[in-house]
Each structure stands twice: as C-alpha cells, then as structure tokens.
C-alpha cells in the first residue's frame, strides 16, 4: 500500500481505468456535447449564484425568520428521496433474484451516487457560514452525536455515499477487466445498501418529525409517507435514465426490469396517496390550530396563498401520474410510461419540496403567517445543484454503458483475451 | 490511431487529435469559467483571518486564548464599526438559576422592552431586531391565532391585553438537542447561549424552537459607531458575524454582573420580575410561590424558565 503508485501495478491498472474512464466521459456526438456544455453553463450560473450568496449574506435568499428553511432543504428532502428509490431495483435483484435486474441494478447504485451529491450540496449551499463546515467532521470539530438528528443525517447519507461509490466502482472495475466480480466484495454492501437506503429517508423523516413545536411535521406517519413517495420518484427517475440509455447506447435489455419498476411504482403510489389523504383527514376532521398549516397549503389563511397553485399543481400531477401508470399501455415501451414519470416526479418533487417544509413554517410557531417564494439566486443555485447532478449522471451512465457493452476494457496482457478480441475486432 | 506518445489532460488514445485538441481547449475554458463564477468567494474569504476559520469551541479555550480572541474582536470592531467596545467573558455565577416572571394584567403594550432590547445588544438597526415580540392578542383566551405582533396604534386598546415573548430559556430546550455541532448549550445559570464564532447557520435550531425565540443574521448587522453599546459579551450582546444564529441571553453581561435584564430596566409598568430562583427572598420566587402562573406551550415538555402571570 505504501509504494509509490508508478511501482504498483495494480494501482497503475486503476489509474488507468480511470485515465480511459475519463477519455470516455468526455467523448460523444454533438448532441452530447451540446447537453454537457449547456448543464455546465447552468452549474456555473448556480455556482456564480451561491458564491454571491456567500459574499453577500442570505439576505439574498427570500428566507427570513419566519420561514427559515426555503427551497434548498425542499429539494434535499426530495433528493435524498431520489437517491433512497434507488434501492427498489436492489431489491428485487438480490432478495428476488431476478436475474435481468440484476444487470441493471448499477443504474439504480449510479442514481443514487448522483441524488445523494445533490442532496448534500443542498445542505452545504443553506449554511449560512460554509467555511465553518469542519465543525461538522466527526473527531475534529464537535458533533452533537447521537442527540441531534442531522448528525445522523450526515452519517447516513455520507454512508450511503460510499457504499454506492465502492460498488458501482468495483463493479466497473471487475467488468473492465474482464473478471467475474467476486461477491465477497460487494454482495454484503450490498445487503447493507439496502437498509441504509430505508435510513437515509427515515431519519431525513427524523429531522422534521422530531420537531414538537411544528405541528404539520410533528406526526409519525412522515417517514413512511417519506418512503412511499420515494419509491415512487426514484424508480421513475430511474424508469426515464433506462429509455436515454436504451436509446443512446448499444446496451440491449428486455422489457421486464422496467415491467418490474412499474409495478413496483403501482403499488407505492397508492401506499402514497392513501397515507396522504388518511393524514389530510385526521388534520381537517378534527380541525383546530393542527390543521392550520394544511389549510393555509391547500386554501390559503387570512388572504395569503402562496402555495395553493403549487400544492394543486401536486395532487393533479401525482393523480395523473397515478394512472397513466396503471394503464396497461404503463407495461409497454411507448410514451405513456415517461409521461407518468414526469408527472409523477414533478408532483412528488413538489409535495415533498415546497408542499411539505414550507407549510411547517406558516403559520409561524406563534401564529404569524409570514409568505416565503424563493429568491432568484435561490432558484440558481438549485437549478445549479440539478444541472451539476445530471454531469455526475450523465458520466456515470455512460461510462457504464461502455464497460457494460464492452467498449470499454483493458488492454492489459493478464485480462481476458475474450475481451482482448472484441476491442479489436472491429 | 492509439498510443499518441503525447496525451494531454481530457485527451486519450481513443480520440482523434482534432477532437483531443477542443476537448482540451474546452477543459482550460471550463476551468476559468469556474475560477470567474467563483470569484465572489475570494472576495469573501479575504476577511476572514486564518485564527477565526481554525478557532475552537468556546468551551475547548483556554483563558489566555480567550483574552485573545477577545482582542481579536475588539480590534475588528474598531475596524469594521469604528467603535472602542470592550468584550469580555461572563462566566455563569454558582448557586444561581435564573428565572423570568411577566404579569400579564399590567403589561400596557408599549414595546419599550422591545426597544431596549435592540439597543443593548447591538441590533441591526436597518431590521429593527430585537428578542423580543409583543402580541396584541384577545381578551378571552390565550389564542395566538387572534394574536397580531405587527400592531400600529396607540396602547393599551380596550378588549385586548399584550402578550411579550422571548426566548423561555428551557430547562429542555430543543434547540440544543438540534445543534449538529454543540454550538448552543445551555449554561450552569440555565441561560441558553450561541457561540458565534462557532455556528454554521444551519438554522435546525431556528426550525427546532416552540417560541419564535431565535435569529439569523441573513447579512452584517449595520449600527452606527455612536449607538454601539460598548460593555460586550462574547455570548452575549457582541456585534454578530453575518450567517449565524444569535438569541436572547436574559443580558448575561449585565445580570451576571447582578444587574437587571434591559428589558425590565425599561419597562414603565413594572410588569417584568427576574431573578434566581435559588434564593428564597428573591421576588421570582415570590411570584412563583404565590402567584397563579403558567407557561407557554407546557404541554410540549420545554420546561420554561420564563413564567406568566395575572394579578387577579
């Protein structure tokens, strides 16, 4: 291990991988270079927009003391989200043994990787001082472990981070090769992934649930609801990475993975929908200042209405979503399934995002109704954090597919000369 | 085709010299547009001294550190405000435990705890903070939903009563179980403090606290030189660095000095009693024991250190 690496092979061998795996993620048509330039033109309008933020204080944001958490921690909440559904090719791949997911299942892992990037950067750009973010390192500033919930949000989603990066990495590795992946390493991982992509989402559950003093948070039906609605948007992200891919690589695969997800999607839906109305029945039923916050979302409270567009945009988007995925057409490789992907994240994306933080902020802990939109820096920087997730996925699913459809493998003398003849071949 | 005996960074074996030559013109782009999209941050960062960034938790300093930072902040305040301010440590006096009492019957309304609040502990003026909030509310209930704390009019007006709210200074407080980083804690006296040089403003306590009771500083406080308050306390009433949270100490750089809170020093009703609670000739422990007090949102388990009352 302590060699300089230029006497090791086998870190030689690595760095060489990633020295082609690099070549690849900057090769294509010009359609990929057009969308490579274009996401990297808006992460540096986000990035530009978050240092100015910095700088300037976030005053810049539309936050204010009333509503103090914004557009940031919504779309953390829904990225951590993205990054749990992730686990739903997992596990039917390994606790079902089927087989052609278990082929795919690396798309879900690289999801993942991508969504759990930005839901961090999603925290990092709400600090109000970023430069002091050491405090939070474990050992060497002081972390209020195991009392504060978002000290375990960050061991969890960190965990979740490595976790995924070791197996989609060796995978790679293994296939680049042309070794058989030996399940040692990465079976148990794994496993593990599965249960930590249940934490992430629970304990993010944890952070607002936890809270006594914010009644619209404060119920213990979050985390499932939390978990329901991810295995809907994140299967549905999935859903649409799979058709770019089957479209723009020679990566060949039948319909049943997607068959899988779908139903899959189906059934978390309605688990989503039911836990959603069951907790919209015991806020309005029994009414009082519970259900105040639920009111002002879905009807607006003494003239304000800021999220009653945003909120109704939700449901009839989760609606449709909902069944147009249980139209059979859903099972076939037409347009009805990306459709109802789009509704449904869109929807969840709102439901989760600006439908759930901010109504935990209005009215305020003593009744103030107190309005929050997002600044324009705010929507910057977030378009900035999505832009930046989708280069981190972009590469990912493409250097996958080149090491999945052989195009991508060693040239070394030790690996397989299967893979040796096909390089060439051509 | 392969092995080009010259590989530029971005540029491998596998692509055509041409293409190698714009992606590696494209890659040198990329990085100075990064470096011009960042510049904001270099600007930033050019005020912040090297021993503020690598400071440690208050609590982990030692007294000689302390008198340092101390300096460190009176120089910068000098600097940045132009005013002479002195800032020391006030640590938590033994045998105490402070208490707040607030009589709800003669409370006219008239803000003027609110105001003397901004001035003592250096608020920003452009907000016109304070830590405190007075509620006009209904008579006929203690209902917040009927509560307005924007009201414009003269006071008292007939069918309400007032209703001032600051931080309760819990005995379990969920601000401090909020903290990621032990940057809030609660102090032997029962005081809740922020060192603020060591927050991050992740704003979960902000998110975490029942009684509206915390701040941010969503930019530099703005206060002119001659409106300073100069007797500074480092947990306390200091000037406070744009980005973190910041609260209400029941003025522990005056009442650990055994002087009274600002806000009871300006209120013209005498609505407002403060004191230890450990002392049993102490006029809170007078309330306390024969007043009918209560406590906002008891049913949460806060605890409060800070009780209401009526006189009949």
Redesign the interface.
Same mark, same amino acid.
């Given at each position: 291990m302590g060699n300089p690496t230029h006497h090791n092979p086998v870190a030689m061998s690595y760095l060489r991988f990633l020295? $082609?795996a690099?070549?690849?993620a900057?090769?294509g048509n010009w359609v990929f270079y057009a969308w490579m330039?274009a996401l990297?033109a808006i992460a540096?309008?986000g990035? @530009?927009a978050w240092?100015?933020q910095? $700088?300037?204080?976030?005053?810049t944001?539309n936050?204010?003391?009333?509503v103090?958490?914004g557009l940031y921690i919504a779309n953390f909440t829904f990225c951590v989200g993205l990054a749990a559904g992730g686990v739903m090719m997992v596990i039917p791949a390994y606790l079902y043994g089927d087989e052609e997911m278990h082929h795919l299942v690396i798309i879900g892992e690289a999801v993942a990787i991508a969504a759990i990037l930005m839901s961090t950067l999603s925290?990092v750009v709400?600090?109000?001082?970023?430069? $002091?973010?050491w405090?939070?390192i474990p050992g060497i500033?002081?972390? @209020?472990w195991p009392?504060?919930?978002?000290?375990w949000d960050?061991i969890v989603l960190n965990g979740y981070l490595v976790i995924n990066v070791h197996i989609v990495g060796y995978l790679l590795y293994e296939r680049y090769l042309g070794k058989t992946p030996n399940p040692v390493w990465y079976v148990p991982f794994v496993f593990l992934s599965i249960i930590w992509a249940i934490s992430i989402h629970t304990v993010t559950a944890f952070?607002y649930c936890g809270?006594?003093? $914010?009644p619209f948070w404060n119920t213990a039906l979050l985390a499932p609801r939390f978990l329901a609605s991810a295995f809907v948007s994140g299967p549905a992200f999935i859903l649409l990475g799979l058709r770019i891919l089957r479209m723009n690589s020679r990566w060949v695969w039948s319909p049943r993975p997607a068959q899988t997800l779908v139903q899959i999607i189906r059934i978390a839906m309605a688990a989503n929908l039911l836990m959603f109305f069951s907790e919209l029945f015991t806020l309005f039923y029994s009414g009082g200042?519970h259900a105040?916050s639920a009111h002002y979302l879905f009807f607006g409270s003494h003239g304000a209405t800021g999220l009653v567009a945003w909120t109704w945009t939700s449901m009839i988007l989760n609606l449709v979503g909902a069944v147009l995925f249980f139209l059979p057409a859903a099972l076939e490789r037409g347009m009805v399934r990306p459709i109802a992907c789009v509704c449904c994240i869109l929807g969840i994306w709102i439901e989760k995002g600006m439908g759930l933080i901010i109504p935990?902020?209005i009215?305020?802990?003593?009744?103030?109704i107190v309005e929050y939109t997002p600044s324009l820096i705010e929507w910057k920087v977030t378009i900035g954090i999505w832009a930046f997730g989708l280069i981190v996925l972009t590469i990912l699913l493409k250097l996958i597919a080149a090491v999945f459809t052989d195009q991508l493998h060693t040239t070394e003398p030790e690996s397989a000369a299967v893979v040796q003849s096909s390089l060439h071949g051509a | 085709m392969s092995n080009k005996p010259v590989q530029l960074p971005?540029? %491998?074996?596998?692509?055509e010299g041409r293409?190698g030559f714009f !992606?590696a013109c494209?890659a040198t782009l990329?990085l100075a547009?990064?470096a011009?999209?960042?510049?904001?941050?270099v600007? =930033?960062?050019g005020e912040?001294s090297m021993d503020e960034?690598l400071q440690k938790?208050f609590r982990e300093l030692t007294s000689d550190q302390k008198q340092t930072v101390f300096k460190k902040l009176e120089e910068d305040t000098k600097e940045n405000y132009g005013a002479d301010v002195t800032i020391s440590d006030h640590p938590a006096l033994p045998g105490v435990q402070y208490a707040y009492a607030l009589n709800l019957s003669i409370c006219i309304g008239c803000r003027k705890c609110s105001e003397a609040c901004h001035i003592e502990n250096n608020h920003d003026r452009k907000t016109n903070n304070s830590y405190i909030?007075v509620?006009e509310m209904e008579k006929g209930g203690i209902n917040?939903?009927q509560?307005d704390?924007n009201y414009d009019h003269p006071v008292p007006q007939p069918g309400k009563f007032y209703m001032p709210?600051q931080c309760q200074q819990c005995e379990n407080p969920?601000c401090v !179980?909020? +903290?990621?980083?032990?940057?809030t804690w609660q102090e032997p006296d029962g005081i809740v403090v922020v060192d603020y040089n =060591? +927050?991050? #403003? +992740?704003? *979960?306590c902000?998110?975490?606290?029942? *009684?509206?009771a915390?701040?941010? %500083? =969503?930019?530099?406080p703005t206060i002119p030189a001659d409106e300073i308050n100069p007797n500074q306390g480092y947990l306390s009433n200091r000037i406070r660095?744009? #980005?973190?949270m910041e609260k209400c100490t029941f003025c522990l750089h005056r009442t650990r000095e055994g002087k009274m809170p600002a806000c009871l020093e300006a209120c013209p009703t005498g609505a407002r009693v403060f004191g230890n609670i450990l002392d049993p000739n102490s006029e809170i422990r007078w309330v306390i024991e024969n007043k009918r007090t209560f406590v906002l !949102?008891e049913e949460? #388990?806060?605890k409060p250190h800070f009780y209401y009352f009526f006189d009949e």
């Open positions: 020295w $082609r690099m070549g690849v900057t090769d330039t990297t540096l309008v990035a @530009n240092a100015v910095v $700088r300037d204080g976030m005053i944001t936050m204010s003391d009333h103090s958490w925290v709400d600090l109000g001082r970023p430069d $002091r973010f405090h939070l500033g002081k972390f @209020n009392v504060s919930m978002l000290t960050v952070l809270l006594g003093g $914010r200042t105040s935990g902020f009215p305020s802990t003593l009744h103030e | 971005v540029v %491998n074996t596998e692509t293409r !992606k494209g990329g547009a990064w011009t999209s960042l510049r904001p941050l600007e =930033w960062a912040l960034l938790h909030r509620f917040f939903d509560g704390a709210v969920p !179980k909020a +903290c990621p980083i032990e940057a =060591w +927050c991050i #403003g +992740c704003r *979960y902000e998110a975490a606290c029942p *009684y509206h915390r701040r941010f %500083n =969503w930019e530099a660095p744009q #980005g973190v !949102k949460l #388990g806060t």
